[in-house]
């Protein structure tokens, strides 16, 4: 082979190789071309309307503020409702109790104002016992019992001992003897104690 044709052969092996060369360097430059592309087709698919965590915070903040702020607001009004009821009822409680009262009143009046026209006094006890009764009727209507002394033992949740009566025999030792003053009970609490003599 002469020379001329080896450096034919080298002057063409070297274009190839450059060629190689260009070609690799272009498909780099594409395969980066491509892989930024994606990566713009990535940043362009995640959503644009994300909120800044912050202002969520802040939103979510201000709306249980705002519950906060209504809450107490009804609990202020639930207040002085109740307060208002209550007073009503102190200034008004009452008047259950004396509307059931009055017919007994009623018939005391009519008592007092005939008393001097009964026949005889047998009659005017009748009548006054008649009004005891209908009086005990009207305050059991309202709760209100009275509280049992007879043959009781004596008990210091309903008997208040004002007395203590020797002598009366072993079965009536620590019982009940006289009732002074009728005790009473409202809705099964003791508003006022029997005054009681004991045996002792």
């Not at 915070?57 to 207040?79: G, M, P, T, V």
């Not at 005990?136 to 004002?162: P, R, W």
Request: contains cysteine; negative net charge.
């Amino acid at each position: 082979m002469s020379k001329k044709d080896k450096k034919i052969d080298i002057e063409d092996g070297n274009k190839e190789q450059q060629q190689e060369e260009q070609t690799s360097a272009k498909e780099v430059e594409e395969t980066a071309a491509d892989t930024k592309a994606e990566e713009k087709t990535d940043e362009k698919s995640e959503p644009t309307d994300k909120k800044d965590p912050i202002e969520e915070l802040n939103a979510q903040i201000a709306d249980l503020k705002d519950k906060y702020l209504r809450i107490a607001a009804e609990f202020d009004n639930f207040k002085k409702r109740t307060l208002k009821e209550k007073a009503e009822l102190i200034i008004n409680g009452g008047e259950k109790t004396i509307s059931a009262i009055l017919p007994v009143l009623d018939d005391m009046e009519r008592a007092i104002a005939n008393a001097d026209k009964a026949d005889s006094k047998e009659k005017l006890e009748e009548g006054w016992e008649l009004i005891s009764k209908k009086f005990e009727s009207i305050l059991e209507s309202l709760g209100v019992k009275k509280i049992d002394t007879k043959d009781a033992d004596f008990n210091v949740d309903y008997h208040e001992a004002i007395a203590m009566v020797p002598g009366m025999g072993d079965d009536k030792k620590g019982k009940v003897v006289d009732c002074v003053q009728t005790g009473y009970m409202m809705n099964d609490k003791v508003i006022r104690h029997a005054k009681v003599a004991v045996g002792q």
